[in-house]
């Protein structure tokens, strides 16, 4: 719930638009936070901010500020009016992690302050929060990334006389949920900007299980000649599963790359391949749960994609296969899970517009 607010401050935090234009950007994630009288409370966190594609060498981008809003779960909201309370507040750290070109890993804190709201009688609420990043500057070209990481709230909710109530004012960590991407932006440093930014929106057919899941997301790419490269991030899907080829088996999937998306284009002939993992945070079979939070491909699959009409004006539709290892860390139903997504002959489909 208020991890959201948070989680966006930590994106940002490394994350600051400057001089160069900016591009709005935005990153979903899973949190899982411990509160009073809810442990292990899960949390939706929707990161958005406006980020620099390009940045030359010793260019500052200044702070910026952050704005976001999540939506406390109506569990969470119960618990919290079951202590009386009205109104909630308080402030929150989120951390974020900057790559530099050189490798430099920089933790980074991000302070904010999320509003004063309103607990209504019945059901959940959204909050709000506010919060401002460092600026920086690169004295290195290259791939500059920003990782959201975890978030530490601190949290006053008070009752109808303004008086905080029997919860007092506490410390809540919320962990991200494993096997996500957490990059909410990669910035080139030094390097001139290639064909630009690509919506993505398509499909994958996993067909060990025969499932067809719907995928939005974003591509970055850069051309340097004759060589094609991006960065390609896909938000979080949903599909049905069939086990054992007949069960039915609803579950979350997130692809998550695990590097640069890189080929050649010639004309209009795009080749490229991507390396990306498959997790599937949640699964449910008649209802009831069967997956675990770190259920995901054992390495990443080799992903490639094609387009014979393909411009860096207008874009195009890539097509590709690929084949999913095995899934670990899915708990006692892993050979269960595993059996309806890993293996060969998988299908995608992605049509690509300029931004």
Do not use: H, W
Request: glycine content about 12%; proline content about 8%; hydrophobic content about 40%.
């Amino acid at each position: 719930m208020r991890a959201a607010a948070l989680a966006l401050a930590a994106a940002g935090a490394t994350a600051v638009p400057g001089p160069s234009a900016a591009d709005p950007v935005a990153l979903d994630l899973e949190y899982r936070c411990d509160f009073p009288l809810m442990e292990d409370e899960p949390v939706s966190v929707r990161v958005t901010t406006d980020l620099p594609a390009t940045l030359a060498v010793g260019e500052r981008m200044p702070p910026i500020v952050l704005e976001t809003a999540d939506t406390v779960s109506a569990y969470a909201a119960k618990g919290l009016r079951t202590m009386y309370s009205a109104t909630l507040e308080g402030t929150a750290d989120a951390s974020a992690t900057l790559v530099a070109p050189d490798g430099l890993r920089l933790p980074l804190t991000v302070p904010n302050t999320l509003e004063k709201t309103e607990i209504p009688a019945a059901g959940g609420f959204s909050v709000k929060s506010r919060g401002s990043t460092p600026g920086l500057v690169f004295d290195t070209p290259g791939r500059a990334e920003i990782l959201v990481g975890d978030l530490l709230l601190k949290l006053s909710p008070r009752d109808s006389s303004g008086e905080l109530t029997g919860l007092g004012v506490f410390e809540s960590e919320c962990v991200q949920v494993p096997g996500q991407n957490n990059v909410l932006a990669v910035i080139r440093v030094g390097e001139e900007p290639g064909p630009g930014g690509y919506t993505a929106e398509g499909s994958t057919l996993v067909k060990a299980g025969s499932a067809t899941l719907p995928l939005t997301g974003a591509l970055t790419a850069r051309t340097t000649g004759g060589t094609f490269t991006g960065d390609l991030s896909l938000n979080r899907t949903s599909g049905t599963f069939k086990a054992l080829g007949f069960l039915p088996v609803t579950a979350e999937a997130v692809f998550t790359s695990a590097g640069e998306l890189t080929g050649t284009l010639s004309g209009t002939k795009l080749t490229a391949s991507v390396q990306t993992g498959l997790a599937l945070p949640s699964a449910r079979l008649f209802g009831l749960p069967i997956g675990a939070e770190g259920c995901a491909t054992s390495a990443p699959a080799r992903l490639d994609l094609k387009s014979d009409a393909f411009t860096e004006a207008a874009g195009g539709t890539l097509t590709g296969t690929y084949t999913l290892p095995a899934l670990t860390g899915c708990g006692l139903f892993t050979p269960l899970i595993s059996g309806f997504t890993a293996g060969p002959g998988n299908t995608i489909t992605l049509a690509l517009k300029p931004a």
